[in-house]
């Protein structure tokens, strides 16, 4: 199957893109945040089959809008960035259609790697007011902070303070690489 971008290397158009997390706290109340420097480098073949990424986030670059929490964030505690202060992504399969697949890989936080599958959509290509081409996608996946080692919590009554499991969240729009 043809794919409706064209085909060659693209990145990440940062100031147009999130990478964003949701943990539970006390078990009912949702916590977001964000990473502000993150790249990617997208290959486009001439299938999903023949496309691939390869990701970076600087866990440093934490925000919860509480810079208490992202202090803590930014210890070995939540992401274990404070020890190893990359999270990387590395495609290994993209299967699906072309308006929604998946996009299976290598995720290595805390420098542990293991398989993980984000659900993702293609939103569609434009050019934008300056004449340049851009690509949008969302994906979605969730990940356990203890299958990477990360061990951190407080028992409270009926849980944990911090929830084990991390939805992450991706809005990502792409231009062609220069």
Do not use: Y
Not at 110 to 134: C, I, R
């Amino acid at each position: 199957m043809s794919l409706p971008i064209d085909q060659g290397s693209w990145v990440i158009d940062p100031s147009h893109s999130s990478v964003a997390f949701i943990a539970k706290h006390l078990g009912f109340t949702k916590v977001r945040g964000t990473f502000s420097d993150f790249s990617a480098q997208v290959t486009v073949g001439d299938t999903l089959e023949n496309s691939s990424v390869n990701a970076e986030v600087n866990l440093l670059s934490v925000s919860t809008g509480s810079a208490d929490r992202d202090t803590h964030l930014k210890g070995a505690d939540f992401f274990g960035g404070s020890e190893d202060p990359k999270m990387t992504f590395v495609s290994t399969k993209i299967s699906g259609s072309e308006e929604k697949f998946t996009l299976s890989g290598d995720l290595t936080i805390n420098g542990k790697t293991l398989p993980t599958d984000f659900e993702a959509s293609f939103e569609g290509t434009v050019q934008d007011p300056f004449g340049n081409t851009k690509a949008g996608f969302e994906a979605k996946t969730e990940i356990n902070r203890t299958d990477f080692g990360i061990e951190w919590n407080v028992p409270i009554a009926g849980g944990l303070l911090v929830s084990e499991k991390v939805q992450v969240e991706l809005e990502i729009q792409l231009m062609p690489a220069s």
